[in-house]
Nanobody, 125 residues
């Protein structure tokens, strides 16, 4: 099994920056995708960003393109989400996800079997 632990959430003013991190432990000896989803109050959980094993392929939701950057350090089993120019609508619980495999970065929540517990991000206006 795999355990995912997120960190870095908190309160930030609109226009500011925040960096989330997520460390994977357990069965991490194979290649895998990592990514982030988020869920705002009263809304569906949505894809934010994903990255492949080598880090040379990434996907972003249209709402965060140009503002958020996903990256990873495989030696540390860690994925990051750099959030710049944040907006109040970015307020949500952010979840780290993991899926074994190669190929195109998955963007559907059903494609990720492993989820972290979530970290709250609140953007004040």
């Amino acid at each position: 099994q795999v355990q995912l632990v997120e960190a870095g959430g908190g309160l930030v003013q609109a226009g500011g920056s925040l960096r989330l991190s997520c460390v994977a432990s357990g069965r991490t000896s194979s290649v895998y995708f990592m990514g982030w989803f988020r869920q705002a109050p009263g809304k569906e959980r949505e894809f934010v960003a994903g990255i492949n094993w080598s880090g040379d392929s990434t996907k972003y939701a249209d709402s965060v393109k140009g503002r958020f950057t996903i990256s990873r350090e495989n030696a540390k089993n860690t994925v990051y989400l750099q959030m710049n120019s944040v907006k109040p609508e970015d307020t949500a619980v952010y979840y780290c996800v993991l899926r074994w495999g190669l190929g195109s970065v998955p963007q559907s929540r059903n494609e990720y079997p492993y989820w972290g517990q979530g970290t709250q991000v609140t953007v004040s206006s």
